[in-house]
């Protein structure tokens, strides 16, 4: 059975982290060090499955125990990719540092948004190095370049509205919310067409 996934509107996108307000508030688990930060990562990793899997209902509950521990043991996949990146910028900028902060924006721009995204759905160290998902952004790369455009001006109207404070948990809770929506129409419906 394949379940078609619709493009998410920029209204859509929006409105969703007010959809239930008061989840809104899940985002003090930042003043609580590294066992909130954990538990606010793995509650960011399910909302990113949400997204794929075409849920805008509004925020999902929280479940801190079991945040906690997806929080950390994705942290702890995730750092083998990262250090490879880092890897990568520095030598970047040993060679220029122009020539580091071009690689650094090329990087951020065309790669790392598939790749975590990808990541955060299957959850293996491997997933993060993928590299075929980025087949995806080069085969759809002007509906890419307008995904993450979308992206950028949702987190600067978020930022904007950060001043009456809302804004904060809104750029935290959809962070990814048009990355993981192209993600799931593009890579997971060819998935479940090939099977």
Known sequence: ???????????????Y???IPKRLLYIL????????????FGYIVRLINEFIEGRYEGLIKLDFTEDLKLGFMVFLK??????????ILFAAMYVNEAFGNLVNLLLGFFVI???????FRKQTVESF?????LKVV??????????????????????????????????????SIFIANMY???????EDSSL
């Open 1 to 15: 059975m394949v379940i078609i996934i619709e493009t998410i509107s920029f209204s859509e996108a929006f409105k």
């Open 17 to 19: 982290p007010f959809k």
């Open 29 to 40: 688990l930042l003043i609580i060090p590294i066992i909130g930060w954990f538990a606010l």
């Open 78 to 87: 995730a750092l083998p990719f990262y250090i490879v990146y880092m890897i």
């Open 113 to 119: 948004p598939m790749l975590a995204v990808n990541f």
């Open 129 to 133: 190095f993928e590299f075929d998902i």
């Open 138 to 175: 080069r085969d759809n790369i002007g509906e890419y370049i307008i995904t993450i455009l979308k992206q950028y001006a949702l987190a600067i109207i978020f930022a904007v509205l950060s001043i009456v404070l809302i804004g904060i948990p809104a750029i935290f809770f959809t962070n």
């Open 184 to 190: 799931g129409r593009l890579v997971e419906k060819k």
